[in-house]
T-cell receptor, first 108, second 114 residues
């Protein structure tokens, strides 16, 4: 089973700060997913990565396959970015194996 | 317009009852999943179905029985509900199993067993 570890578990930032959330996994994967969950809300898929880097607006996700590590960056953070961010490892779409999530609070 | 819809959104029931959660996707995806999110917000796979066929059954008590009448629907029936079944259950879909595509999640069903 793929162990997926995220850090930090909790993160508080001031509006405008650059934020990094880290994810590491124990065995090879076919893809790494980053998901966002707002309080009491559903889950939204942000990125799916199998190599390199992807960018969407102020969000950037990177993956290093050799080091089994991925990062999610948020530039110019805003209070509406406050949510739980979850990384998940995929084994060719059979199921996702999730990290425990990083709870982000961005204060004005 | 909703891509993956789950009903009901909230479910409060007594121990020992039997209940069902329904899930439907209109994305034309072949693969559907049930995930459970516990009180610590940790998500875990329960089942995955590909084109109505069970692919993964991840050490879930046999009180939980998924049913897929067609590839657009995956329902979850739970018998003899226990307090520990209280959780948020998410349905999700993906284009096809065996390859990596993005996931679309339903909005979740919060089950509370009293």
């Amino acid at each position: 089973k793929n162990e997926v570890e995220q850090s930090p578990q909790n993160l508080t930032a001031q509006e405008g700060e650059f934020i990094t959330i880290n994810c590491s996994y124990s065995v090879g994967i076919s893809a790494l997913h980053w998901l966002q969950q707002h309080p009491g809300g559903g889950i939204v898929s942000l990125f799916m990565l199998s190599s390199g880097k992807k960018k969407h607006g102020r969000l950037i996700a990177t993956i290093n396959i050799q080091e089994k590590h991925s990062s999610l960056h948020i530039t110019a953070s805003h209070p509406r970015d406050s949510a739980v961010y979850i990384c998940a490892a995929s084994n060719s779409g059979y199921a996702l194996n999730f990290g425990k999530g990083t709870s982000l609070l961005v204060t004005p | 317009d909703t891509a993956v819809s789950q009903t009901p959104k909230y479910l409060v029931t007594q121990m020992g009852n039997d209940k069902s959660i329904k899930c439907e996707q209109n994305l034309g995806h072949d693969t559907m999943y049930w995930y459970k999110q516990d009180s610590k917000k940790f998500l875990k796979i329960m089942f995955s179905y590909n084109n109505k066929e069970l692919i993964i059954n991840e050490t879930v008590p046999n009180r939980f029985s998924p049913k897929s009448p067609d590839k657009a629907h995956l329902n979850l029936h739970i018998n003899s509900l226990e307090l520990g079944d209280s959780a948020v259950y998410f349905c999700a879909s993906s284009r096809i199993i065996g390859r990596d595509y993005g996931y679309t999640f339903g909005s979740g069903t919060r089950l509370t067993v009293v």
